[in-house]
């Protein structure tokens, strides 16, 4: 196979996943929608929250970039049950509970009000992006000795146990214990967001295919460790997941028993993956072929990824190789722009460097 990895891990650093500034301004706005939810709860005397509890991608650091700041960002909202009680004593129902933090959490200053969802309370921004607040209530039981269990339970349909926390913690014991290394998020996490900057590579496939939580559990199940190739990682990834969806299409929900991710035995966005992810095999064949190019290379992997980040890494190395032969015309290592038979360094927006 074609060596591109140094190319893979490069665009993993520069286009895929998102940058300490971007991580801040997430934070920012979590914080900040915090203080906004509990503001509004003091305000019309409704209980605190007993903590918050970041979730999801956001949580398992999996969040990869979006051009129209399409990112969602899941922080649990948990009650006391004993806290969640209606106007006659009796326990507030899951839509009742999404009905108070919503209310709390409109202060009138959103274009478009917070919404209530089926598993969570929506926070628009006109930005483009948006955070999830999931509602949980604390559940203590006692045992026939007296001894106290806690469970967490979502306010969905109707209350029902579950709790984020467990989903985390799962991916990253998986990321630890999969991964060859244990530098730059480690490998099998960095697989994880190729794979889901991937799947947001065309925006004709949005709706139709995998979303971020099976691409993240099939990975686990999948991943081909390379510690000295990240393409390697990468496509041996692909092919095993393609593999797996051929056959079976169900996703078992990695916490949760009897619990899928999918829906049915023919989920069609599981189906569509297994179709993109024959595409992509199909693309990158040309890396096998003995003559095969490093020109043919990058513009296989630019297809795969619908970009041009690959193959402009060929003009980066034909600047770099003019700079060494006639350093006289480089100026702060780009090429001026007197000689037209000399090519151009690229304008590369952004942070981040190159592998």
Same mark, same amino acid.
């Given at each position: 196979?074609?060596?591109? %990895?140094?190319?893979?891990?490069?665009? *993993?650093?520069?286009?895929?996943?998102?940058?300490?500034?971007?991580?801040?301004?997430?934070?920012?706005? +979590?914080?900040?929608?915090?203080? +906004?939810?509990?503001? %509004? $709860?003091?305000?019309?005397?409704?209980?605190?929250?007993?903590?918050?509890?970041?979730?999801?991608?956001?949580?398992?650091?999996?969040?990869?970039?979006?051009?129209?700041?399409?990112?969602? @960002?899941?922080?649990?909202?948990?009650?006391?049950?004993?806290?969640?009680?209606?106007?006659?004593?009796?326990?507030?129902?899951? =839509?009742?509970?999404?009905?108070?933090? +919503?209310?709390?959490?409109?202060?009138?200053?959103?274009?478009? &009000? &917070?919404?209530?969802?089926?598993?969570?309370?929506?926070?628009?921004?006109?930005?483009?992006?948006?955070?999830? $607040?999931?509602?949980?209530?604390?559940?203590?039981?006692?045992?026939?000795?007296?001894?106290?269990?806690? *469970?967490?339970?979502?306010?969905?349909?109707?209350?029902? +146990?579950?709790?984020?926390?467990?989903?985390?913690?799962?991916?990253?014991?998986?990321?630890?214990?999969?991964?060859?290394?244990?530098?730059?998020?480690?490998?099998?996490?960095?697989?994880?967001?190729?794979?889901?900057?991937?799947?947001?590579?065309?925006?004709?496939?949005?709706?139709?295919?995998?979303?971020?939580?099976?691409?993240?559990?099939?990975?686990?199940?999948?991943?081909?460790?390379?510690?000295?190739?990240?393409?390697?990682?990468?496509?041996?990834?692909?092919?095993?997941? *393609?593999?797996?969806?051929?056959?079976? =299409?169900?996703?078992?929900?990695?916490? #949760?028993?009897?619990? #899928? @991710?999918?829906?049915?035995?023919?989920? &069609?966005?599981?189906? #569509?993956?297994?179709?993109?992810?024959?595409?992509? @095999?199909?693309? =990158?064949?040309?890396?096998?072929? &003995?003559?095969?190019?490093?020109?043919?290379?990058?513009?296989?992997?630019?297809?795969?990824?619908?970009?041009?980040?690959?193959?402009?890494?060929?003009?980066?190395?034909?600047?770099?190789?003019?700079?060494?032969?006639?350093? %006289?015309?480089?100026?702060?290592?780009?090429?001026?722009?007197?000689?037209?038979?000399?090519?151009?360094?690229?304008?590369?927006?952004?942070?981040?460097?190159?592998?």
């Amino acid at each position: 196979m074609f060596d591109c %990895g140094r190319d893979v891990l490069a665009y *993993h650093d520069d286009a895929v996943t998102l940058s300490q500034s971007e991580r801040t301004a997430m934070r920012d706005r +979590r914080d900040a929608n915090r203080d +906004r939810l509990k503001k %509004g $709860l003091k305000d019309k005397k409704d209980p605190q929250p007993a903590e918050f509890c970041k979730q999801g991608s956001y949580a398992m650091k999996t969040m990869v970039q979006d051009p129209e700041n399409k990112y969602d @960002i899941d922080d649990g909202v948990y009650f006391d049950q004993e806290a969640l009680k209606g106007p006659n004593g009796g326990n507030k129902s899951a =839509l009742e509970a999404r009905n108070m933090v +919503r209310d709390a959490v409109d202060d009138g200053s959103f274009n478009t &009000p &917070p919404e209530v969802r089926p598993n969570c309370v929506r926070v628009w921004y006109e930005a483009g992006y948006y955070v999830d $607040l999931p509602v949980y209530r604390r559940v203590v039981e006692k045992d026939i000795w007296g001894n106290e269990k806690v *469970h967490h339970e979502i306010a969905g349909a109707d209350w029902k +146990r579950s709790d984020a926390r467990d989903v985390t913690d799962w991916f990253d014991k998986e990321n630890q214990q999969q991964s060859p290394d244990d530098e730059n998020g480690r490998q099998l996490r960095r697989i994880c967001r190729l794979l889901k900057k991937f799947v947001k590579s065309r925006s004709s496939w949005k709706g139709q295919i995998a979303g971020g939580f099976m691409i993240t559990k099939l990975v686990t199940e999948c991943y081909k460790a390379d510690a000295a190739r990240e393409d390697k990682a990468l496509f041996d990834t692909m092919n095993a997941m *393609h593999d797996r969806l051929s056959l079976s =299409l169900v996703v078992k929900h990695p916490v #949760t028993p009897d619990d #899928t @991710i999918t829906n049915g035995d023919d989920d &069609p966005r599981a189906r #569509t993956l297994k179709e993109k992810l024959s595409d992509a @095999i199909s693309w =990158l064949k040309v890396l096998f072929d &003995p003559g095969c190019t490093r020109e043919q290379a990058l513009a296989a992997w630019d297809k795969t990824y619908n970009t041009e980040f690959f193959s402009k890494r060929l003009d980066e190395e034909a600047v770099k190789k003019a700079a060494a032969s006639a350093p %006289g015309i480089v100026n702060a290592g780009i090429l001026r722009d007197q000689s037209d038979s000399v090519p151009r360094a690229v304008d590369k927006q952004g942070s981040g460097t190159y592998a």
